[in-house]
C-alpha cells in the first residue's frame, strides 16, 4: 500500500515539474529530460528496495520456520533421552528391588529352616517324653 502512494506521489510529482517546467518555460528540455530520467531511477530504486525487501521477508520467514522446525527436533531429542533415562533407572530399580527381595526371601527361608529344626527338635523331645512316660508305665 506503502509503495503505491509512494509511486503515485512520485508521478505527481513529476508530472507537476513536466507541466510547471513546460508553463514557465523557464527551464529547458534537457533539464526536464534529466529530470524524468532521475524520477525514472528513483522510481526503479523503489521498485528494487521493495523486491528486495520481500526477498528478505521471505529469507525471514524460511529462516524462522527452520529454527522453529530445529527447535522441535531438539525438544524431541530432549524427550527421547528422558524417556531412555527413565526406562534405565526404572529397571535398575526393579533389578535393586529383584535382589533386595531375593535377599529378604533368604533371610525367610533361614529363619524357617530354623523354625522347621527347633520344631523338629521338640517334636524328637516330645517323643522322647512319650517314650519315656510310657516306659516307665505313666510315670
Known sequence: MAEVVNRSAMREAGAS????????????????????????????????????????????????ANAQEQ????????????????????????SKAATELNARLDEVAVGAQGIERRAKEHLSDAVEMVVS????GGE
Open 17 to 64: 515539474l513536466t507541466e510547471t517546467s513546460n508553463e514557465a518555460n523557464e527551464i529547458m528540455p534537457g533539464e526536464v529530460s534529466a529530470a524524468q530520467d532521475t524520477l525514472k531511477r528513483l522510481m526503479q530504486a523503489e521498485k528494487e528496495a521493495s523486491e528486495i525487501l520481500r526477498s528478505e521477508e521471505e529469507r525471514s520467514k524460511e529462516t524462522l
Open 71 to 94: 527447535a522441535k527436533q531438539q525438544i524431541e531429542g530432549v524427550r527421547r533421552e528422558m524417556e531412555d533415562t527413565l526406562r534405565s533407572r526404572l529397571h535398575e530399580a526393579e
Open 133 to 136: 512316660w510310657i516306659t516307665n
